[in-house]
């Protein structure tokens, strides 16, 4: 390795076995041993009579010992329990269950410093595994980089290792999971600078990785692609769209080198080159954006069946960006394909579901933005009782339904039914937020335009609150200016 490869790292030096484990392994050995002895000094018989008590034994299977209402203990060992651990991680994982990783994760790290103790590069491994739990299965970047952050510790105080070739690649990787991970929280919690000088540190570790012989080829091409995604990402957010594009590109290419054009894994990185595209505002090329946005349809296409959630997402993606071209026939090829998804949604998820009323909602933009407004007020009342369903009676959800409802109305000139859902956008807005809200605030503005208008305040019933509201001040002094009662003094 390079010197500037050790700089980037930490001093590595040799450590003795641990004391307590090798204890433990010699009197377990010594026990096995005087078990075997045992069983040699005994005769045929008795050895007999003991083979069928165990046999007897294993066959039934004894339920914990319950003593003053407490379980037996529990006494395997913390590293078998670490392994199983992690293998349930793992299938949790896979399987989508969130929450059960999560919590398995956590016991990884626990275990991990029974195991290892502190200071060791197996528990900054459980702490990187854990955030990158947090990150990729639930987006909560706070925690992923609370938990890298403690993992970058107990790495860069002196990780106690051997010196074969293969432990410096696995302590390698954990470093580079860890300034990965970082980067990523950070670009999300928008700390960019740190984000790119993490990113960076990860890319160059992982090229010192790739010169060790213990590392593969296929190895460094799966850490390349990542961490150049994760560059384009950042550079995108802050507007360096020329870098960015760099950065997808070589992904592009080493995903196509390593795994073939068809290669589930370019879709993101696809998507990721149309969105760039498009951001370039008033200098965007849209063909070439939809371009990248079908070559993700059609890689979709190629591993997935029709009727498909995966087939659906790229094809929700290309009808957004046919949308953003303001183009007429952008706009039809848009609808056919949100109609696609609506169908797949429909079936797969059912009419009350996050998706399906999302891509609802888009159909009804691009009616509004088609002049087809009565379609667009139709399919936004039907979803109502979805969204309150789905997402509850004060939610955003339903406020912006109503507020866009309201808006449709506006723009047919129809005053009256545009107060009607404007008013109701603003009781859930300042029953959710407060009428001082930010969102409270707008809609009320817009309200107070409309009433200002006579022939539309007089057409509208008011509500106890506004009754109230309009009401003369009550004034608590009497005018003395004339006699009370009506007597008049005689002269």
Same mark, same amino acid.
């Given at each position: ?88 991680? &793992?299938?949790? =994982?896979?399987? *989508? $269950?969130?929450?059960? #990783?999560?919590?398995? !994760?956590? %016991?990884?790290?626990?275990? +991990? ?70 980067? &990523?929280?950070? =670009?999300?919690? *928008? $700390?960019?600078?740190? #984000?790119?000088?993490? !990113?960076? %540190?990860?890319?160059?570790? +992982? ?81 070439? #954006? ?9 890689? +979709? ?191």
């Amino acid at each position: 390795m390079s010197d500037s490869g050790d700089q980037l790292l930490m001093p590595i030096v040799e450590v003795p076995g641990d004391g307590r484990l090798e204890t433990a392994r010699s009197d377990e050995l010594s026990t096995y041993r005087s078990t075997e002895d045992s069983e040699g000094d005994a005769s045929p018989a008795e050895h007999e009579q003991e083979e069928t008590n165990k046999s007897s034994s294993t066959r039934r299977k004894r339920k914990p010992k319950v003593r003053n209402g407490h379980h037996g203990i529990d006494m395997t060992p913390p590293d078998k329990l670490l392994r199983k651990a992690e293998k349930k991680a &793992r299938q949790y =994982t896979e399987d *989508k $269950k969130i929450n059960k #990783a999560i919590k398995e !994760l956590i %016991r990884c790290t626990a275990l +991990a410093r029974i195991v290892y103790r502190d200071g060791h590069w197996k528990l900054a491994e459980a702490y990187a595994n854990l955030a990158q739990g947090y990150f990729d299965l639930k987006g909560y970047a706070p925690q992923a980089q609370y938990h890298a952050e403690n993992a970058k510790t107990i790495m860069l105080s002196g990780v106690q290792t051997s010196s074969s070739y293969q432990d410096k690649a696995s302590i390698m990787k954990v470093l580079i999971t860890i300034y990965h991970i970082l980067g &990523r929280a950070q =670009t999300k919690l *928008k $700390k960019y600078p740190e #984000a790119d000088q993490s !990113l960076q %540190r990860a890319e160059k570790i +992982a090229t010192e990785r790739g010169k060790l012989p213990s590392v593969t080829s296929d190895e460094c091409d799966e850490t390349d692609i990542k961490i150049a995604i994760s560059l384009g990402r950042l550079h995108a957010r802050q507007q360096k769209f020329a870098s960015a594009t760099t950065y997808f590109e070589k992904a592009k290419d080493l995903i196509e080198q390593s795994q073939g054009d068809d290669s589930i894994d370019l879709i993101p990185v696809y998507q990721d080159l149309g969105r760039v595209e498009q951001s370039k505002g008033k200098h965007a090329n849209h063909e070439r #954006a939809i371009e990248m946005y079908l070559q993700a349809h059609s890689v +979709a296409g190629a591993n997935y069946s029709e009727g498909t959630v995966e087939l659906a997402d790229t094809a929700q993606a290309l009808a957004t960006a046919y949308s953003n071209t303001g183009d007429p026939d952008g706009e039809t090829s848009a609808e056919s394909y949100l109609n696609e998804c609506l169908a797949t949604y429909q079936s797969i998820h059912g009419p009350d579901h996050p998706q399906t009323l999302e891509i609802q909602d888009e159909l009804a933009r691009l009616m509004v933005r088609t002049e087809r407004e009565e379609e667009a007020l139709s399919l936004l009342r039907s979803t109502i009782a979805s969204k309150r369903e789905v997402y509850g009676e004060f939610s955003d959800e339903v406020a912006d339904t109503y507020k866009l409802m309201g808006s449709v109305h506006l723009s047919r000139g129809d005053m009256e039914k545009a107060l009607k859902s404007l008013k109701k956008c603003y009781l859930i807005q300042s029953t959710a937020y407060g009428e001082n809200h930010k969102k409270a605030k707008e809609t009320q503005q817009t309200i107070d335009i409309l009433m200002a208008n006579p022939a539309v305040a007089s057409s509208v019933p008011k509500t106890k609150k506004e009754e109230m509201q309009s009401r003369p001040r009550f004034n608590t002094i009497v005018n003395r200016s004339g006699n009370v009662g009506g007597y008049m003094p005689q002269l």
